[in-house]
């Protein structure tokens, strides 16, 4: 897989994907979901106020859920639709050097649509590392493959969450790097 800025087309893209990859970055809009992982909604949207203060705080608290907290799940499923649409854009194309025996894969995404990117895939990030205890000490990736699975997960479901949690945080670096820094100058 390759990525490029196109700077002058105000584009970047994927290009020279597998179907595989291109399977990870449809996922992520699963990935993403709060729906199964509700803690995922407490880290995503947390209270503004401590917790000892929240009777107090009971007027501001129920305006900060109906309007910020509103605003912000709306954006985030902004953002998901937008990389999905992108996904809808891939095309089927050959390397110059070679046809390969595969095809490969190409999605254009306009520079304009990479925050979206970057929101989808850091929530899908997030939501991995909660659902799969990715990081144990807050701090650290530890994949412990064979210790604390929950009930029903299996030992494949770990090692798919992980690659998909390295796999869009490569694209997340390379967006900040490329794309995002590019629209700051």
Known sequence: MRLTLL???????????????????RQAADDASMTDCPEGRQRLFPSPVPQDQ???E?????DWNEYVTGELD????EDVGTLLADLDGVEIHHTADE????????VKVPLDHAGAWFSSLNQARLMLDL??????DGEHLQLQLDAGLDEGETLHERLA????YEF??????????????????
């Open 74 to 77: 709306t954006q985030f499923a």
């Open 168 to 185: 869009f945080a490569l694209i997340q670096e390379w967006l900040v790097r490329q794309v995002m820094a590019a629209d700051q100058e």
């Open 58 to 62: 009971g007027e501001f608290l129920e």
């Open 131 to 136: 659902k799969y205890a990715l990081h144990p």
């Open 99 to 106: 046809e390969p025996i595969d095809p490969r894969y190409l």
């Open 7 to 25: 700077k002058e087309q105000e584009l970047w893209q994927l290009s020279d994907m597998e179907e595989v990859h291109v399977e990870l970055l």
């Open 54 to 56: 929240r009777l107090r």
């Open 161 to 164: 969450a992980y690659m998909r």
